[in-house]
């Protein structure tokens, strides 16, 4: 185990969460971005 | 004898809402320190604890050395004798809300004005169903809804009200419509009408913030451009990423909206830094203080600088699908920057 301090492992924290965020908004986002295309070539294939 | 009555269910709903959104932020905030600590290997040291000063005005700003004059002034105190955070308007139903509100309205706009039909379906679904659930979950007395209605010369909170109800209506049949092939006058006054709403709501939030006269942090006149130009960069990211070949132009948009956010939020500190002194406690919060990480890495890095970069790399045709990346990490953008304005939210003490 590393030993940081208090504000360093808030931080570290805080850099984590915004992080998994942007990760779960790409998750969702680019499942959106699939599903559209896909939709578009198939609509526009029959 | 008292008797207890049982809760509305749009009282309960609400509970529950509050609730969830709660919830869903400690779970997160776990799953963080989950990766810190089993990930990353972080662990805190124990420092000796520093013996507290006998006595300090609480009003008073203090300069030691290393440490700026605004640290530790806000209180926690109930009697508001200190600077105190907002506790009315920073709760996860606001921000989720108004990051709901501004994505929608933005992917809209950006989709009626090109034509792309996926993305008035999520712009409208986005505004209309999330945004309108957590508006109508957090109304205090949902009887007397009809009132915020009234005086739109004089309130935002009217202005947006009759703009959100013009969206809804208007936006609503537009997407049935572009759903179902319409087209005719009736689309085009349609369309016209709640894209004109939609721009209202873009810059309802920061103007409704504006109007809060007891925070003077929310009253900077950059904010509403803030908070539209990042919404609207998003939706136009967003709109480009839900069409099989985007045209270049608007993932050029997407990337000037981008970089215009990263310099309106670097113009929004400026404008608090020469402003009130509760302002430039929220500057502080917002640079040092508790929602630096969430407004200068979230906000700033994670959600303008980057997606401007990606948004640019798509469009110069280097990296196509960065477009998916710019769009997903403008909505996380969108999301922090409406948490921490929030948040960093300050009164002044009352005495």
Not at chain 2, 171 to 197: D, I, S
Not at chain 2, 280 to 298: N, P, W
Not at chain 2, 322 to 334: E, P, R, S
Request: charged content about 15%; overall charge positive; proline content about 4%.
């Amino acid at each position: 185990m590393k030993q940081v301090d208090q504000a360093t492992y808030d931080r570290t924290t805080s850099v984590v969460k915004v992080l998994l965020m942007a990760a779960i908004s790409f998750v969702i986002t680019a499942g959106a971005a699939v599903t559209s295309r896909r939709l578009t070539k198939r609509r526009i294939q029959s | 004898m008292t008797t207890l009555t049982p809760a509305k269910p749009i009282v309960r709903a609400q509970a529950l809402i509050a609730a969830m959104l709660h919830r869903t932020d400690e779970l997160l905030d776990r799953a963080a320190e989950v990766i810190v600590r089993d990930v990353l290997k972080l662990e805190v040291v124990e420092t000796p604890v520093a013996p507290a000063p006998a006595a300090r005005a609480s009003t008073e700003p203090t300069a030691h050395a290393g440490k700026s004059e605004y640290d530790d002034l806000i209180t926690d105190y109930a009697l508001q004798i200190g600077y105190h955070r907002d506790s009315n308007w920073a709760v996860p139903q606001m921000w989720c809300e108004m990051a709901a509100g501004g994505i929608g309205a933005g992917t809209f706009l950006v989709s009626a004005l090109t034509g792309s039909v996926p993305g008035m379906v999520i712009g409208f679904a986005l505004t209309a169903v999330v945004k309108g659930i957590l508006l109508l979950f957090d109304l205090g007395r949902p009887e007397r809804v009809w009132r915020v209605f009234s005086k739109p010369g004089e309130s935002w909170i009217a202005r947006g009200s009759w703009a959100f109800a013009a969206f809804c209506g208007a936006g609503g049949l537009a997407t049935l419509g572009a759903l179902t092939g319409m087209a005719g006058p009736l689309m085009t006054l349609l369309l016209t009408v709640a894209t004109l709403a939609s721009v209202v709501l873009l810059v309802y939030d920061g103007f409704f913030l504006n109007a809060s006269a007891g925070v003077a942090g929310w009253r900077s006149s950059v904010l509403p451009f803030l908070f539209a130009s990042n919404a609207t960069a998003t939706g136009a990211a967003l709109t480009a990423a839900l069409m099989a070949n985007p045209p270049a132009g608007l993932m050029w948009t997407a990337a000037g909206l981008f970089a215009a956010s990263a310099g309106l939020g670097y113009g929004y500190l400026s404008d608090l830094r020469h402003g009130l002194k509760s302002a430039r406690v929220t500057e502080h919060e917002l640079t040092k203080g508790a929602q630096a990480i969430d407004f200068q890495v979230g906000a700033g890095i994670v959600g303008a600088v980057v997606p401007a970069v990606a948004a640019a790399l798509a469009a110069s045709g280097a990296m196509p699908i960065a477009i998916v990346k710019a769009a997903a990490l403008g909505a996380a953008g969108v999301y922090f920057s409406r948490k921490a304005v929030l948040k960093a939210g300050v009164h002044a003490p009352v005495l």
